[in-house]
């Protein structure tokens, strides 16, 4: 019975939660945070020039790339943190108690040892690294989809900054101002 619960909400290829899952821990963090004021940070992470792994070295590669970033992650994260594949090669990551500070130590640490990683495929070693964008929930901002919104404009800017890096929203505002 167990088992069949948690494939409900649980991706199968990588192990991280799904989106299932992901909004369901959103609710309880957001109500959570209502409730006590404890605060939790959002984190997307998207793996850098995806489709060009799968192009390059094909599909099973690419699986290959996308279960071992998420063993990766899970090695670097407490348990109270919530792992969840957004979609694609796009992860997110909840952490309780944690401001946009103190998660991107986490983010950081997870893409030094991400970066460092040499894959092989087709004779050659290659290597893969990731974006990320954190956003923090607060007073004037608890809404699921806003938050979601928040974390995608940092991580946008990660991207548009030449990638392999990791935006805060509030760095984010404050380059935008
Ligand atoms: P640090 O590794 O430099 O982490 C600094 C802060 O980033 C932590 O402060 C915490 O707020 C946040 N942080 C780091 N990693 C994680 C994580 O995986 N999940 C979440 N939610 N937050 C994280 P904190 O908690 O006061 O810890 C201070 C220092 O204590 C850490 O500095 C680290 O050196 C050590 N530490 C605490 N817990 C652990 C642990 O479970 N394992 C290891 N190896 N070190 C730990
Ligand atoms: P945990 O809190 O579930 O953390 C699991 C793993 O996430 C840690 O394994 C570590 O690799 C990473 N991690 C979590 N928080 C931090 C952090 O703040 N900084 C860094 N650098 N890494 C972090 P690890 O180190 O083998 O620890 C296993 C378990 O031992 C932890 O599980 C936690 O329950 C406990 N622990 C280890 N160090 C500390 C500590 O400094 N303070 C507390 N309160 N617990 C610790």
């Known amino acids: 019975k167990r088992e069949w619960q948690e494939s409900i ?3 199968e290829l990588t192990g991280a939660f799904n989106r299932k899952h992901f909004n369901q821990t959103m609710k309880q963090l957001i109500s959570d945070f209502k409730r006590t004021g404890r605060v939790f ?3 997307l992470m998207d793996l850098d020039h995806f489709k060009r792994v799968n192009d390059l070295y094909g599909h099973l590669v690419g699986d290959e790339v996308l279960q071992t970033f998420a063993d990766i992650v899970r090695r670097s994260i407490r348990v109270e ?3 969840c594949r957004f979609g694609g090669e ?4 909840f952490l309780p108690n944690t401001d946009v500070a103190s998660a991107a130590v986490v983010i950081e640490r997870i893409q030094e040892a991400f970066a460092a990683l040499p894959f092989r495929a087709k004779n050659e070693r290659f290597q ?5 964008g954190i ?9 699921a989809d806003k938050l979601v919104e928040q974390a995608d404009q940092a991580l946008y800017a ?6 392999n890096q990791t935006t805060l929203y509030s760095d984010h505002l404050l380059a935008i101002k």
């Open 9 to 11: 909400i649980v991706d």
């Open 41 to 43: 940070s959002l984190a």
């Open 81 to 83: 943190d919530t792992f």
């Open 90 to 93: 796009e992860f997110a990551l």
């Open 128 to 132: 893969v690294t990731f974006s990320g």
């Open 135 to 143: 956003t923090e929930v607060t007073e004037a901002e608890q809404q």
């Open 158 to 163: 990660s991207k548009h900054a030449g990638r």
